[in-house]
Every structure is written in structure tokens, then in C-alpha cells.
């Protein structure tokens, strides 16, 4: 009897902690740790196009849309997505928050300078400058999808 009890103590350990396990891993996937950084989008978009799309397909972004002027590329995730024309225009968009939150604390504590807030067609913009190179960063609501989505664009 006390084996069984013994088996039974072991299998509940084990139990509880295929448990934590499995929410650990359910909390850490909203965060994604394999997301691009503030510095990794503010350094690649002085890049040539080849280096970015180089940079893209290491970091697990596909190919969505190629134009003659810009091409549009979709994280893995599902949750971000990066139009560039390669001459210095890079915009990030993402419906992940805690992703937004975390690059635009990154964009605070960079060398980029607040230059003010504005409203344009309803959506409030915030702008940072660094020498010759601005930043705007807004969110809005996806009429499609009913979601918030998160921008960044970066031009030099």
C-alpha cells in the first residue's frame, strides 16, 4: 500500500508540473521571444534591400507581397508584418501589444527625441527625431478584424 501511495505521490509531482510547463510556455508565446528588436528595425532599414530581405528570411519572415517600389514581409507568427522600399522607409506593423509596448520602450531610452503628438484623419501620431531620421508611431483599430493594430515607421 504504501508503494502505491508512493507511485501516486510521484505521479501528482509529475502531473503538476507537465501543468506549469505547459502554462509557462502558453504565457511566454504572447511575448515572443523570437521578436525583432527596436535596434534590429532601426539599424536594417538603413540597410540595402538585399541586406533587410537577408536579415527578414533569418528571422523567420516570408515573403507576402513584392511591388515594384516596396515589398511586404509576415512574420511566421502571424502577428507582425514589414513593408520596405529599401531606400529608407521601413514601416513594422504588428497586432501583439506586449511586442509594441516593448519596442517603443526600447525607442524611449534610444537617442530618438520626442518632437510632439498630432491627429491626422482621427489617429494620434506620436513623433521622435534623431539627426536626419523620424520616427511615428500610432495604433488604430482593424475595421476588418476588429483588433488593434500597432505601427511603427521608421524614415531616414
Same mark, same amino acid.
Given at each position: 500500500?504504501? $508503494?502505491?501511495?508512493?507511485?501516486?505521490?510521484?505521479?501528482?509531482?509529475?502531473? +503538476? #508540473? +507537465?501543468?506549469?510547463? *505547459? &502554462? %509557462?510556455?502558453?504565457?511566454?508565446?504572447?511575448?515572443? &521571444?523570437?521578436?525583432? $528588436?527596436?535596434?534590429? +528595425?532601426?539599424?536594417?532599414?538603413?540597410?540595402?534591400?538585399?541586406?533587410?530581405? @537577408?536579415? %527578414?528570411?533569418?528571422?523567420? /519572415?516570408? %515573403? #507576402?507581397?513584392?511591388?515594384?517600389?516596396?515589398?511586404?514581409?509576415?512574420?511566421?507568427?502571424?502577428?507582425?508584418? *514589414?513593408?520596405?522600399?529599401?531606400?529608407?522607409?521601413?514601416?513594422? #506593423?504588428?497586432?501583439?501589444?506586449?511586442?509594441?509596448?516593448? #519596442?517603443?520602450?526600447? +525607442? @524611449? =531610452?534610444?537617442? /530618438?527625441?520626442?518632437?510632439? $503628438?498630432?491627429?491626422?484623419?482621427?489617429?494620434?501620431?506620436?513623433? /521622435?527625431?534623431?539627426?536626419?531620421?523620424?520616427?511615428?508611431?500610432?495604433?488604430?483599430?482593424?475595421?476588418?478584424?476588429?483588433? =488593434?493594430?500597432?505601427?511603427?515607421?521608421? %524614415? @531616414?
Amino acid at each position: 500500500m504504501i $508503494t502505491k501511495t508512493n507511485n501516486m505521490n510521484k505521479m501528482k509531482k509529475v502531473f +503538476l #508540473l +507537465l501543468i506549469t510547463t *505547459i &502554462i %509557462l510556455c502558453a504565457c511566454k508565446s504572447d511575448v515572443n &521571444i523570437n521578436s525583432i $528588436t527596436f535596434k534590429e +528595425l532601426d539599424s536594417i532599414n538603413s540597410e540595402p534591400k538585399e541586406h533587410i530581405i @537577408k536579415f %527578414l528570411e533569418n528571422s523567420d /519572415y516570408v %515573403l #507576402l507581397n513584392n511591388q515594384p517600389t516596396s515589398e511586404q514581409w509576415k512574420s511566421n507568427n502571424g502577428k507582425e508584418i *514589414i513593408q520596405f522600399n529599401g531606400e529608407g522607409v521601413l514601416v513594422f #506593423l504588428t497586432y501583439n501589444e506586449n511586442i509594441y509596448t516593448s #519596442l517603443i520602450e526600447d +525607442l @524611449k =531610452k534610444s537617442k /530618438y527625441i520626442s518632437t510632439g $503628438t498630432s491627429v491626422n484623419n482621427g489617429i494620434e501620431v506620436e513623433s /521622435y527625431s534623431k539627426n536626419h531620421e523620424t520616427i511615428f508611431i500610432s495604433s488604430s483599430i482593424n475595421t476588418d478584424k476588429e483588433n =488593434k493594430i500597432y505601427s511603427i515607421t521608421f %524614415l @531616414k
